[in-house]
């Protein structure tokens, strides 16, 4: 059965690409005698034209999501009332050949600028998502005296510094948003920064903004250097 319907389909797109040809010949012819100089050159011109504009018909009912080529090819018979519509499509495409492809050309760039940007936004989100990425391999834990100036009277926010900076040095990666600190820790996002006004006092910690124009949170060297010297 299988096999029957591709054969179908395979006759069917002979006679559907010899009706594009003869519909862009014609038109063209058309369109030649219109020329007031005609000449061998004004002729293969508008025939060539004619001829390619027929060809591009399907990729312009495929960009406006139509199924006509396909209903077509699947059909048992191409001589159906579908054919003549696409035929009328052809003999548009092919009278107005050099606009046609013009518009053609034009909604391609375009769709191909938007998925360009489609494709930019999706690596920003997935840029987002590695910030938010952690690897807990190291488990080193810092004490009140490891942080100069830190009155050891503020234990309770002591300790949650203590989880935010663990949190940024244990990552893959070096800066890490607002959002993911404040689910990985379980501390309101308001609550971290105010505890990242005590930390900036303290010069535990940078930020910068991300290519999605997002402030992005990282130790600083002063930071860093109190887990790598506990390392040593």
Known sequence: METTIEKLMEYNIYILFIFMVLTGTICGLTLFLREQKQNIKTFLINIFYSIIATLTVPLFLNLISSELVKTILEGKSVYKPQLLVYIGFCALAALYSKSFLEKMYSKISEDLNKAKEQIEETRNDVESLQDALVEKERNIDITVE???????????????????????????FKYRTLHSLSKEIEIPEDEIITIFAKMKKLRLIITKESKQGNTIFGLSELGVSIFTNKES
């Open 146 to 172: 490891d942080i100069n100036g830190f009155n050891k009277k503020e234990e309770e926010i002591f300790k949650k510094i203590l989880l935010l900076m663990k949190a940024i040095y244990n990552s893959t």
